[in-house]
């Protein structure tokens, strides 16, 4: 089973829509989780981070966490096509320091 | 967030060669990088766990004779591919952070061997 694992997508949202993007993780031990957003030959850069159940928002975007359906989910409102990119779910292991990440998913907003 | 540099971006060598890929830490002291390879269209990897002044800590099935790491300094570690075959080849990127706190990417270093 893989430790993180999300809809590769690829998912389409019109411009100035919702994007809902979501990622189930396997070790209940996993106490950090983060979202990354990549563009093309790029590396990754972090968008949100959330350590609690509930919501977080910052901006357009919205993490939400839940530790016990071990699901953390990120919302982008008011999609725009510079959100286009691949989004990339991160989970830290049980020895605290080591991320693990999903594959990704691809998001496209449609002008 | 902190900033993370890698040179080189990108490298191009034969079969057989080396190649060294250097990552720092420009404005606050790693104790802890992560060495992450991302083959087209695939997520990340997670390679190895370099720690200074002590040995890297490897993910199953990464050879630590193939892939070498130095953690000489706080703000330096580096990644030696020896003996680099077309296999080889892919996006190397380079992390750190504090604890289980974010963690952040270089630039990456994209490795081509032919």
């Known amino acids: 089973q893989k430790e993180v694992e999300q809809n590769s997508g690829p998912l389409s949202v019109p411009e100035g829509a919702i994007a809902s993007l979501n990622c189930t993780y396997s070790?209940?031990?996993?106490?950090?989780f983060f979202w990354y957003r990549q563009y093309s030959g790029k590396s990754p850069e972090l968008i949100m981070s959330i350590y609690s159940n509930g919501d977080k928002e910052d901006g357009r975007f919205t993490a939400q966490l839940n530790k016990a359906s071990q699901y953390v989910s990120l919302l982008i409102r008011d999609s725009q096509p510079s959100d286009s990119a691949t989004y990339l779910c991160?989970?830290?292991?049980?020895?605290?320091?080591?991320?693990?990440f999903g594959t990704g998913t691809s998001l496209t907003v449609i002008p | 967030g902190a900033v993370v540099s890698q040179h080189p971006s990108w490298v191009i060598c034969k079969s057989g060669t080396s190649v060294k890929i250097e990552c720092r830490s420009l404005d606050f002291q790693a104790t802890t990088m992560f060495w992450y390879r991302q083959f087209p269209k695939q997520s990340l990897m997670l390679m190895a766990t370099?720690?200074?002044?002590?040995?890297?800590?490897?993910e199953q099935g990464v050879e630590k004779d193939k892939f070498l790491i130095n953690h000489a300094s706080l703000t330096l570690s580096t990644l030696t591919v020896t003996s680099a075959h077309p296999e080889d080849s892919s996006f190397y990127i380079c992390?750190?952070?504090?604890?289980?706190?974010?963690?952040?990417f270089g630039p990456g270093t994209r490795l081509t061997v032919t």
């Open positions: 370099s720690n200074e002044g002590s040995k890297a800590t490897y």
């Open positions: 070790d209940r031990v996993s106490q950090s």
């Open positions: 992390g750190s952070g504090q604890g289980a706190r974010e963690q952040y």
């Open positions: 991160a989970v830290n292991g049980r020895t605290g320091n080591q991320f693990y």
